[in-house]
């Protein structure tokens, strides 16, 4: 089914930055009712950014388990079941319309993998303050579908189209939370900033790489905002070149990297350097009790506001 257009309300929120235009843009049309799905892929199309997405009541379902919005993520070339600036972003612009969630401190997104828990630090327990009115969201990371090395000819298809040598992976995995990421591990940050793709030869796969800035001891890193890694991904799967700050990519390097202590409990990413933005992504793991969750958080920014006729 699909609508006569009408102006709905609608944003344009930075995440990952306490900056405005130094994250990654996600554009969210915060009342989608009636709109349907080609409506939905040609604005996405439209907007032309990594993600676009829309909110809507829950399902029947999904309220019936809690969900307080059901969230539909769009990118050029399709809809994901799953991204996290997205979560994030949407989340911002729920909250700042006026969304009140029916438990005080948690908000429960239903979307295409089922439901995601978002939280809000309160600003006092940040240890900058954060940027984001009331504290800094945070989601949980859904659990992995697919947790298993790269087979060895997409491993030498992608290190090839990345101009490295077989010596400079350190390790590398196929981790799947919706977005299905292949992740190669190298051996420093300045690896993963020197790299320059043939965007050619990395077909319509969803690639991450990651690499360590030096320890400086208690939990301190040498990069930008004492960023313990440096991340990049490139989705041309979903139509993304490179994408500035990737939620769904941080969430699953954490729950890759911290259990085996590569990586601290609590830690700062940076993302975007190579594209001239600052991204920071905080990733904190959490025994909870039935087990540990990876949360993934940012600052976000409300860019632009108003309405679109959709």
């Known amino acids: 089914m699909t609508s006569q257009p009408r102006p709905r309300p609608f944003s344009q929120v930075d995440v990952f930055t306490a ?140 290190t090839r189209a990345l101009g490295l040598e077989a010596r400079d992976v350190v390790d590398h995995r196929f981790l799947d939370n919706g977005p299905g990421w292949r992740v190669l591990l190298l051996g420093s940050a300045d690896k993963v900033l020197a790299l320059d793709p043939d965007f050619s030869g990395l077909g319509d796969l969803a690639i991450g790489v990651v690499g360590p800035y030096t320890a400086l001891g208690d939990g301190l890193y040498d990069g930008p905002d004492g960023a313990a890694v440096e991340v990049r991904g490139y989705a041309l799967d979903m139509g993304i070149p490179e994408d500035p700050v990737t939620g769904s990519l941080n969430a699953v390097v954490g729950q890759w990297l911290q259990p085996g202590g590569l990586l601290p409990a609590e830690y700062v990413a940076s993302q975007g350097t190579a594209l001239g933005r600052a991204g920071r992504v905080h990733v904190s793991r959490r025994d909870d009790g039935d087990g540990a969750t990876v949360w993934v958080g940012g600052d976000a920014v409300t860019c632009i506001e108003g309405t679109v006729l959709l």
Do not use: K
Request: charged share 15%; with cysteine.
């Open 19 to 158: 900056t405005p235009y130094r994250g990654n843009p996600v554009a969210v049309v915060r009342d989608a009712v009636g709109l349907g799905d080609e409506q939905m892929a040609a604005f996405a199309r439209w907007t032309n950014l990594s993600e676009t997405t829309f909110l809507l009541p829950p399902s029947p379902e999904g309220a019936a388990a809690g969900a307080d919005y059901r969230l539909r993520i769009f990118t050029p070339a399709g809809e994901l079941p799953f991204a996290g600036h997205p979560t994030l972003g949407s989340c911002h612009a729920w909250l700042a319309g006026g969304g009140t969630p029916r438990e005080a401190g948690v908000v429960v997104q239903e979307c295409g993998i089922g439901l995601v828990a978002l939280r809000r630090s309160p600003a006092s327990d940040l240890p900058d303050g954060g940027a984001s009115p009331g504290g800094r969201l945070a989601f949980a990371a859904p659990d992995l579908l697919t947790d298993e090395p790269l087979d060895p000819s997409t491993l030498a298809a992608i």
